[in-house]
Structures are given as structure tokens and as C-alpha cells.
């Protein structure tokens, strides 16, 4: 069993196509993020919500 991949995980990520970004942690199913493909995933550094939105995404409805 390893436990430690979640902790590993990104906290936010942003859909390139539709300019939103969710937030990993708190994702619902309506966020509908297995559908984003490869190319249109963002993530960020430093991993923040502030950081999304200085890069031009908007927050999910659903999940922030
Ligand atoms: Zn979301």
C-alpha cells in the first residue's frame, strides 16, 4: 500500500481550455477534471490559488 502518493499530490490545477483552476483537495464530481487532457493541465508554483489567478484562471464554482 502507498499511502504516500496522495501527499504527493498537486493542490491546484488549472484547465487551460476552459481557464478554471480547481482546487485537488476539496474536488468534486461536478469539476469534471479526468476529462481535461494532458496538454490543458496547469499547475503552479508556488501551488496557490492566488498564483492561478494572477496567471489568468478562474476559481471552480464546486470545488473552491
Ligand atoms: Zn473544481
Do not use: A, E, P
Given at each position: 500500500m502507498n499511502a504516500k502518493a496522495n501527499s504527493i499530490m498537486a493542490g491546484y490545477l488549472g484547465?487551460?481550455?476552459?481557464?478554471i483552476v480547481h482546487h485537488l483537495g476539496n474536488m468534486?464530481?461536478?469539476?469534471?477534471?479526468?476529462?481535461?487532457e494532458k496538454l490543458q493541465k496547469q499547475y503552479f508554483t508556488p501551488d496557490l490559488l492566488k498564483t492561478a489567478i494572477d496567471f489568468g484562471f478562474s476559481p471552480c464554482t464546486w470545488c473552491n
Open positions: 484547465d487551460k481550455k476552459t481557464m468534486q464530481k461536478k469539476c469534471d477534471i479526468y476529462h481535461v
